[in-house]
């Protein structure tokens, strides 16, 4: 092991003469001089020198292990600092740490971590591992630590613990007068004293600093109304003032301006005074379809002719403008003799008109037996039920059965195709003679 020393001074031998330390003599500088060393070294065998507690230099001995060499001192075994081994290193912490690899008897490393052990309130810790909602470290000088506590609720007050805080509310009522202090807002009051209606009691008017000299009388005379200041807002529509009060008579004839009455011009003519009129004053073949109101709703009853009845009808009229016409499609899906088969469609073709569909009848000649007869019927290749019709064993048509069919596709529109499939047909007798009737209107 090579160590270095500080401060430390290797002087050889063959030493002047000057002052006697050991077995030699070297000069050295005074203290007047500044710090006290050798003035120069001897060269000889190598020495370990240092100074006293007054500042003098000494030799040190060089103890069994070591050796000096030049300036370099080193280990060179035996003795007290020598080299050797040891069968064992353990090491211990304090409780908020764990050491791991302990002990170590050849190689090893030693790990030291946290052990989930709170840090004590004296070495600056909590003194706590684990916290509930709301808990606060409270200092404790009781044994100079840190105490976990929670808010105790006073009169009135509600403590709420969260997760990292703390709410408090004041519950209703809980507020007394003796705790409210400063100016309180009127919005704050659960009844306005401002406001008339919540006043009771009554109040003289000597106590209104402001009242005007009107507050006190009971009637208004001519001399509290300023003149020229009534506008006809402040006269009442059931007034009723005389005429004579009047600076003007209205009635006078002289004094009338605008219009006048009916009775007061004499060259008015004899339909001036009627309220309505009648045929009479209707000069005949006159009344144009510009005086009917659109609103009028004439009763047929006063035409000449009835417009509805068909002997009054003169032309003719096309079919495709007339809507609701009764319809019925009958369509035959096999022989009358052979035997039905299930597979590709039986039968397809086009509307030949558009149609609105109420019911698909199945009629065949002989009923099937064994199971029913399943038909569907397609527009444009999309099935027109919700519920296929069927033909029950032993019956030969589905009008009335206990599966008539449900429609859900009534509109067909006019040279859609049409198809017609037999899905299932009786395991015994299959059927004969299947005709499908779509029955609906134009």
């Known amino acids: 092991m090579r160590l270095k020393l500080i401060t430390l001074l290797v002087l050889h031998a063959a030493f002047a003469a000057a002052q006697s330390v050991g077995d030699f003599s070297i000069p050295y500088k005074s203290q007047a001089e500044g710090p006290m060393t050798p003035k120069y070294w001897p060269k000889a065998n190598s020495t370990l020198w240092g100074t006293d507690a007054s500042g003098n230099p000494q030799s040190i001995t060089i103890g069994s292990g070591l050796t000096l060499t030049g300036s370099t001192l080193t280990s060179s075994g035996g003795g007290s600092g020598g080299s050797g081994t040891v069968t064992s290193v353990n090491a211990t912490v304090p409780t908020f740490l764990s050491v791991t690899g302990v002990p170590i008897t050849s190689s090893g ?29 409270i200092g404790n000088s009781t044994g100079n630590t840190l105490t976990k506590a929670t808010l105790t609720a006073g009169s009135g007050i509600t403590v709420t613990n969260g997760g990292g805080s703390i709410s408090l509310s004041i519950g209703t009522g809980a507020v007394t007068n003796t705790m409210l202090s400063g100016s309180i807002a009127l919005s704050k009051l659960a009844t306005d ?79 001036a005074a009627l309220s309505s009129v009648t045929s009479a004053y209707i000069t005949d073949g006159t009344i144009v379809n510009a005086d009917i109101s659109s609103s009028a709703a004439i009763a047929l009853s006063k035409l000449a002719t ?39 469609p039986t039968v397809t073709f086009k509307m030949p008109c558009a149609m609105t569909l109420t019911a698909v009848y199945l009629d065949v000649l002989d009923a099937p037996t064994g199971s029913p007869i399943i038909v569907d019927v397609k527009e444009a290749g999309t099935s027109i039920f919700s519920t296929k019709p069927q033909i029950a064993t032993g019956a030969t048509t589905s009008e009335g059965g206990a599966v008539p069919g449900v429609i859900s596709d009534t509109s067909l529109a006019a040279r859609a195709v049409i198809t017609i499939n037999v899905d299932q047909i009786g395991s015994g007798v299959p059927g004969t003679g299947l005709k499908v009737t779509l029955k609906g209107t134009r």
């Open 109 to 137: 490393t030693i790990s030291i971590s946290l052990s989930g052990t709170a840090l004590p309130a004296a070495n600056g810790g909590t003194g706590a591992t684990s916290f509930t909602d709301g808990q606060l470290l």
């Open 193 to 271: 004293p401002l406001a008339r209606a919540n006043h009771t009691g009554t109040q003289t008017l000597s106590t209104i600093s402001d009242a005007g000299t009107l507050a006190a009388l009971s009637t208004i005379t001519s001399s509290q109304i300023t003149d020229g200041t009534i506008v006809n807002a402040d006269i009442s529509s059931s007034a009723a003032i005389a005429l004579s009060k009047l600076a003007t008579d209205p009635l006078a004839r002289a004094n009338h301006t605008g219009t006048q009455t009916l009775s007061t011009i004499s060259d008015a003519g004899s339909l």
């Open 306 to 344: 009835d417009p509805l009845a068909r002997a009054n009808h003169t032309g003719t009229q096309a079919a495709s403008t007339i809507t609701g016409l009764p319809e019925e499609i009958i369509v035959p899906c096999s022989t009358e003799t052979d035997g039905l088969t299930t597979g590709a």
